[in-house]
Structure formats: structure tokens, C-alpha cells
């Protein structure tokens, strides 16, 4: 009978686990949840800048219909409200000209909570320059998102092709 009680008490105890035990399960899932979220954050940041990107070619569209309308870009104060708002516009004659609103939805901030960096081309020059200051919040900085129009340099827009533009696309030597 003796024995018998030995073993079941010694099986009871090794069906339990142990707090070492316990606290290496949890170092282990604490380690594989860090590298997931790691993993997972790196992707939502690509993702914000795609729909960043995204977004800045959708406000070039919709500037596009506006000087349609309006024979003209924005100026520097009306910038992207003009898009949604005829309030925006500062000469009252452009409000009978203005055929708005060109969004659907008002967007006067980034992904990140900023406002939109808009600046009008020069007299006939180009197109309007548009940006997200990107996460870090500071216009100039490395992570800005561009059009890459007007004054502004490309920050990231994806748009810049660097060496590979060279000029020669499409001018092939036809035979």
C-alpha cells in the first residue's frame, strides 16, 4: 500500500508545471509576440506611405479639374481647401466659375495629423507642389512625401527614377 501512495503523490507532482518552467513558456511567447509586432509595425508604415503617395496623386487629379474650372491652380492661401469648400477662394468671381466640391470627403490633414503642404507653380510653370510632412511631422526632412512638383524635390514619393530617367525614353532609333 505504501508504495502505491508514493507514486501517486510523485505523479500529481510532475503533472504540474513548474514556475521555471512556466516563466520559459512565457519568455518564449513574449520573444515571438516582440518579433511579430516588430514585423507588423514595419508594414503599417509602408502602408501609410502608399496611401500617402496615394492620396497626393488623387489631390493632382482633383487640382487638375479645378483649373479646368477656374483657368488657374490654387494660390498658396487657398491651397487643398479650395477642393472642398468654395469658402476657400479668395476672389469672389472664381465662386461662380468653381465647380466643386472635387472630394468627396474633406481631407485637410495627413495620415499623421498634419496639414498638407501646398505651394501654387510660378506663373505657367509646372504643377502645384503637394506633401505630407510624413511621420516625423517636420517639412524637409528625409521622410517627406512629395509630388515632386513645383519647388519642392522628391522626398520620397517613389516618383524619382534618378539615374535611369537619362531623357531617352521613347527615343529609340526606329530603324
Known sequence: MRLNRGSRSLSRRRAAFTILELMIVLAILIAIMGIVLVNVMGQKGKADTKITQAQIKAFEGMLNNFKVDLNRWPTDEEGLAVLWSKDALTEDADKE????????????????????IYRAPSEGEGKPFIASAGPDKEEGTEDDITNGGGEGADGGSGDDLGDFSGGSSGSGSGG
Open 97 to 116: 466659375k468653381w465647380g466643386g466640391p472635387y472630394v468627396t470627403e474633406p481631407k485637410p490633414k495627413d495620415d499623421w495629423g498634419s496639414d498638407w
